[in-house]
């Protein structure tokens, strides 16, 4: 099956900072998303980017899916940027054998 | 807050009990998943409903029977698990390119 690889797999940032977490996948795939897991468990969706450049405030996030990786940019981190940060594909569409990464774990402090 | 219900929120069981796990979704998603998510390791895909019909089952243990009786309800039972079965177990839905999770219910089996 396809592998997701995520980078680096823990990360300390003092907040106002900025960083870049990146998932390589070892397929084409037509489904990739970005989600965060809060420190309760709570799994967001924060972007669907299969490829191309999307930005939602202080987060942005770039796939070329030609090189088979992506990146999640975090600018300006606040404490509640805090939590593990997920990498998800998929390669024939929908969800059905979805591939997640074992994660970033992101601590933000003050 | 997703839109995306799961009860209960925490369970603690015996290897000799039986307990059934719901989730629940009034967004209009025709697709309805369950997860596992151990520690150290990805979220595994364990089922996959799509219109009430099951879509996918990633060799999961007959001891987790799932069940949808309809599109916004999803079920897992549980009987007879193992110590090893204890995870976080997140239920999400989807339609189009968006999965959205629940909060998950955290089992612990004694």
């Known amino acids: 099956g396809i592998q997701v690889e995520q980078s680096p797999p823990d990360l300390i940032l003092q907040e106002g900072a900025n960083s870049t977490l990146r998932c390589n996948f070892s397929d084409s795939v037509n489904n990739l998303q970005w989600f965060h897991q809060n420190p309760w468990g709570q799994l967001i969706n924060l972007f669907y980017i299969p490829s191309g450049t999307k930005q939602n405030g202080r987060l942005s996030a770039t796939t070329v899916a030609t090189e088979r990786y992506s990146l999640l940019y975090i600018s300006s981190s606040q404490t509640t940027d805090s939590g593990v940060y997920f990498c998800a594909v998929e390669r024939s569409g929908g969800y059905q054998k979805v591939t997640f990464g074992i994660g970033t774990k992101l601590q933000v402090i003050p | ?110």
Request: contains cysteine; charged residues 15%.
């Open chain 2, 1 to 110: 807050e997703t839109g995306v219900t799961q009860t209960p929120r925490h369970l603690v069981m015996g290897m000799t009990n039986k307990k059934s796990l719901k989730c629940e979704q009034h967004l209009g998603h025709n697709a309805m998943y369950w997860y596992k998510q151990s520690a150290k390791k990805p979220l595994e895909l364990m089922f996959v409903y799509n219109f009430k019909e099951q879509t996918e089952n990633n060799s999961v243990p007959s001891r987790f029977s799932p069940e949808c009786p309809n599109s916004s309800h999803l079920f897992l039972h549980l009987h007879t698990l193992q110590p090893e079965d204890s995870a976080l177990y997140l239920c999400a839905s989807s339609i189009a390119d968006t999965q959205y999770f629940g909060p998950g219910t955290r089992l612990t089996v004694l």
